[in-house]
C-alpha cells in the first residue's frame, strides 16, 4: 500500500512539473491512489489491477520510442502480468513449489488449473431436479396473490399485506379456492351462492393471464386455472439453472474449486477429481439439503387431531402410530394474561429394523391419506431422548406432528445473511444455534407477526421438516432471530450449524434434487497413456516452433514468442474458468498450438511481398499486418464457429476440447496480431532507418 501511495505522489508531482505528460501522468497516479485503497481494503484484484493500471500508464507517458508503440507494449505487458498472477498457484502446485508463490497471494487467487477425471479419477454424481415441485410453488405463489385478490373482492381486504385470519374466514363464506394437491399446475375457484361471480371478471383474469390461462367454465361461478405450457417450461429451465448456480456456490464454499458442475436436461451433474473420501461424504450431505427456509404459525387451538383420534379405529392405524397429548401456549386472553391448554398430536415410533428417514416416511404416508382443513398443513418434527446422562448421546426414537398454518409468513429468500454462533440465550442451555438477519421487508414481517402471536408457537421449517417450535414471547423486532439445533450433543449442534449456515448462505435450491447416480472413476487412461499423450502434444508444439525458426529466422523467433504467449494465455483463461484439464483438452491446446502459427504465417509472407517490392523495413511490416489482418480474422472465424457447435451440442470429453479450442482462437487472434506486432516494431525500430529484416 506505501508503494502504491508512494508512486501516486512521485507521478502526481511529475504531472505539476511535466505540462505536455500530465494527462498520463495523472491518470497513472489516480490509479496508484485507487491501488493503494484497494490493498487498504485488502482487495487484491483491485489493488493488483489498479497497479497495472498505473503501470501502463506511467509508462506509456515516457518520453521514449513512439507514443502507439508504448500503449501497446504497456498493454501486452498487463495482460501477460495478470495471466501469471492467475496461473500462479496452479504453476507452484505443478512444479511441487518450487515457483514459490506466497500464500497470502495463493488464498486471494480463486483461478485453478486441476487435472481431470481422466488423469486422476474421482466422483461423478448425478442429482435429478424435481421440475415439478417447482411448478408447484409458482402454483402456490399463484394461489396467494389470487387469494389476496378475491380477499379485495370479497372481504374488504386493502392494501398488498397478506389476509388475516378474520379476512380469510370471512372469504371462505363466499368462495372456496383450492390448490389441489395431485395437480400441481392447477386452481379451482367456485363461487358460494349469494355471492356475485360477475366479480371474476376480465380484470381479475388479466392479472394472471401471462402465465395461467381459465382452462374450464364449468357453470356459473365455477372456474379453473392452470398454468401455461409456455411459462411452465420456463419454470423448469430456471429451477435447473438456479439449481446448478446454488450446488456450484455451495462447493465453492467448501473449498473444493477443482470439482466442476454441469447440467443436462433436469440432471446437474458434479464432478470432483481425487480420492478424498471426506470430501466426497461432505459434498453428498451438503448438496442433498434443500435448505428451504419457512416459518409458519401452529394452530395449537385447532382440534383437528383431537377429533381424529376419536374418529379413528385404532386397528386402521399403521403399525407404531399413536395419538398423544402435550400442553401448549394458546395465547392471550381479554386481560392480556398467557393461556394454554391440552394439544393432540400423532406420534409414529421408530422401529428397531428402520432408519429414522423410513419412519418419517411412514408418517408422511399416513398424513397424505388425512383429510386436513383448509389452509392447514402437517408438519413433521423428529424426536429425540438422552440415552447417556454422561455424555449427553441421544438417539432418534420417532417422529411427531404439528398442525401448520399452510402459509408461510417468512421464507428463505427474506433472509440475508446466516452465521453459526454459541447460542447465548440466558433462557436455554448453551449450545451452538444459526443466527439470522433478515431483510428490511423480512424484519417489518417478522416483528409484526410476533407481536401479534405473542404466546403461541412458531415453527420454524427447514426442508419440509419442522426443526423447532419455539414460543413466541414478545414481539422481535431488529431484523434477527435465532435457530437452535435440536440435538442436546454439542458437537452434534456444532456440525449441524456449521452445515446450516452454509446452505442458507448459498441459497436455498428452486426444488428439491435427488441422486440419481453415482460413480467412482477410476483413472481411465494409465500412467503410460498419460505420459505418451503429453509428450505428443509436446513434441508436436516442439517441432512447430522449430519449423518457424528454421524457416523465418528471426521473424520465426518473434512467431514462437507470440505462439508461446497464446499458450500462456489459454492456460490462465481457463485456470480462471477453474476448468479441469482432460486428455482432449491437453489435445486442442496441441491443436491450437499448431493453428496459431497460422497467423504469423500469413504476415510474415505479407511482409516479405512488401520486401521485393522495395518497401522500407517499417513500411513493409506496417503494410503487412495491415493487408494479413482481413485474411487473419476470416481463417479464425471459421474455427470459432466450429468450437461453438462442438460446445452446444457435445458433452464431456467434446466440450472440453471446444472450450480450449474456442479460447485459443481468440488468443490466437491477440497473440498473432499484438503480441507479434509489438515485438517487430521493436525490432525494426531499434535498428534505425537502415534497418533489415532477417524472414529467411
Known amino acids: 500500500m506505501s508503494v502504491l501511495g508512494a508512486y501516486a505522489l512521485v507521478l502526481a508531482l511529475i504531472g505539476l512539473v511535466q505540462r505536455p505528460l500530465r494527462g498520463k501522468t495523472w491518470m497513472a497516479a489516480l490509479a496508484a491512489g485507487a491501488g493503494a485503497m484497494s490493498a487498504q481494503n485488502d482487495s487484491f484484484w483491485g489493488m493488483a489491477g489498479f497497479a497495472l493500471l498505473a503501470l501502463w500508464f506511467g509508462f506509456w507517458a515516457l518520453p521514449w520510442g513512439e507514443e502507439n508503440w508504448r500503449a501497446r507494449f504497456g498493454f501486452v505487458s498487463v495482460v501477460a502480468t495478470v495471466a501469471f ?19 497470502w497471494v495463493e488464498d486471494r487467487i480463486e483461478a485453478r488449473l486441476v487435472a481431470g477425471l481422466d488423469l486422476r479419477g474421482g466422483l461423478r454424481l448425478v442429482y435429478t431436479v424435481d421440475v415439478a415441485e417447482a411448478v408447484k410453488d409458482k402454483r402456490n405463489a399463484f394461489y396467494e396473490d389470487m387469494r389476496r385478490e378475491l380477499a379485495k373482492l370479497y372481504a374488504g381486504h386493502a392494501g398488498d399485506d397478506a389476509p388475516t385470519e378474520e379476512t380469510l374466514a370471512q372469504l371462505r363464506e363466499a368462495v372456496e379456492l383450492n390448490a389441489p394437491r395431485l395437480r400441481s399446475d392447477t386452481i379451482t375457484l367456485s363461487i358460494n351462492e349469494g355471492h356475485d361471480a360477475s366479480k371474476i371478471d376480465a380484470r381479475f383474469r388479466n392479472l394472471f393471464k401471462p402465465d395461467m390461462e381459465l382452462v374450464k367454465l364449468e357453470g356459473k361461478g365455477q372456474f379453473e386455472f392452470t398454468i401455461l405450457e409456455a411459462a411452465e417450461s420456463a419454470i423448469r429451465e430456471t429451477a435447473v439453472a438456479q439449481a446448478r448456480e446454488i450446488v456450484l456456490r455451495r462447493i465453492d464454499s467448501m473449498g473444493l474449486r477443482e470439482a466442476s458442475v454441469s447440467t443436462r436436461d433436469e440432471d446437474i451433474i458434479i464432478e470432483v477429481p481425487g480420492e478424498n473420501e471426506e470430501s466426497f461424504d461432505e459434498i453428498r450431505d451438503i448438496i442433498s439439503q434443500t435448505a428451504r427456509l419457512e416459518f409458519k404459525l401452529l394452530d395449537d387451538e385447532s382440534p383437528f387431531f383431537s377429533q381424529l383420534s376419536e374418529s379413528t379405529d385404532p386397528e386402521s392405524l399403521p403399525e407404531g402410530l399413536s395419538f398423544e397429548q402435550e400442553r401448549a401456549p394458546l395465547g392471550l386472553d381479554a386481560k392480556e394474561e398467557e393461556i394454554s391448554g391440552v394439544v393432540a398430536y400423532a406420534r409414529m415410533g421408530k422401529k428397531d429394523n428402520e432408519t429414522i428417514q423410513q419412519t418419517y416416511e411412514r ?17 413433521f418434527e423428529v424426536e429425540r431422548n438422552i440415552v447417556d446422562e454422561a455424555t449427553m448421546e441421544e438417539a432418534e426414537t420417532g417422529y411427531r406432528t404439528h398442525l401448520l398454518k399452510a402459509r408461510a409468513d417468512i421464507t428463505g429468500d427474506m433472509i440475508t445473511d446466516a452465521a453459526a454462533g454459541a447460542n447465548n440465550d440466558p433462557n436455554g442451555f448453551g449450545g451452538w444455534s444459526v443466527n439470522l438477519r433478515f431483510s428490511d421487508k423480512g424484519g417489518n414481517i417478522f416483528g409484526r407477526i410476533t407481536g401479534e402471536n405473542i404466546n403461541r408457537r412458531f415453527a420454524i421449517v427447514l426442508d419440509g421438516k419442522v426443526e423447532s417450535t419455539p414460543n413466541i414471547r414478545g414481539a422481535i423486532t431488529g431484523g434477527s432471530s435465532q435457530i437452535t439445533m435440536g440435538s442436546s450433543d454439542p458437537q452434534v449442534q456444532l456440525r449441524d450449524a456449521k452445515k446450516l449456515e452454509l446452505v442458507l448462505k448459498s441459497g436455498a435450491l428452486p426444488a428439491p434434487i435427488s441422486p440419481s447416480n453415482e460413480q467412482r472413476i477410476g483413472a481411465s487412461l494409465g500412467k503410460d497413456s498419460i505420459r505418451l499423450g503429453v509428450e505428443g502434444a509436446a513434441a508436436g508444439g516442439v517441432l512447430v516452433l522449430l519449423f518457424m525458426i528454421l524457416y523465418y529466422r528471426r521473424g520465426g523467433l518473434i512467431a514462437d514468442v507470440s505462439v508461446l504467449m497464446n499458450l500462456f494465455l489459454q492456460l490462465a483463461i481457463l485456470a480462471g474458468f477453474g476448468a479441469s484439464m482432460t486428455l482432449p483438452g491437453i489435445a486442442g491446446l496441441a491443436l491450437t498450438l499448431g493453428m496459431s502459427v497460422d497467423a504469423n504465417v500469413l504476415i510474415n509472407e505479407r511482409i516479405r511481398e512488401e520486401l521485393r517490392d522495395g518497401r522500407s523495413a517499417r513500411a513493409a511490416v506496417e503494410l503487412g499486418y495491415s493487408k494479413a489482418l482481413s485474411a487473419i480474422i476470416d481463417g479464425q472465424l471459421t474455427t470459432l464457429i466450429s468450437g461453438v457447435v462442438l460446445f452446444q451440442y457435445g458433452t464431456g470429453p467434446i466440450k472440453g476440447f471446444a472450450v480450449t479450442l474456442i479460447v485459443g482462437v481468440l488468443c490466437s487472434i491477440f497473440s498473432g496480431v499484438v503480441v507479434s506486432r509489438v515485438l517487430f516494431d521493436l525490432w525494426v525500430r531499434g535498428a534505425g532507418k537502415n534497418a533489415k529484416i532477417s524472414l529467411g
Open 85 to 103: 498472477l492467475a496461473l500462479w498457484p496452479t504453476l507452484d502446485n505443478m512444479t511441487g513449489g518450487r515457483m514459490m508463490c506466497p500464500r
Open 363 to 379: 408418517l408422511r404416508d399416513w398424513a397424505a391419506t388425512v383429510d386436513v382443513p383448509q389452509d392447514r398443513e402437517i408438519g
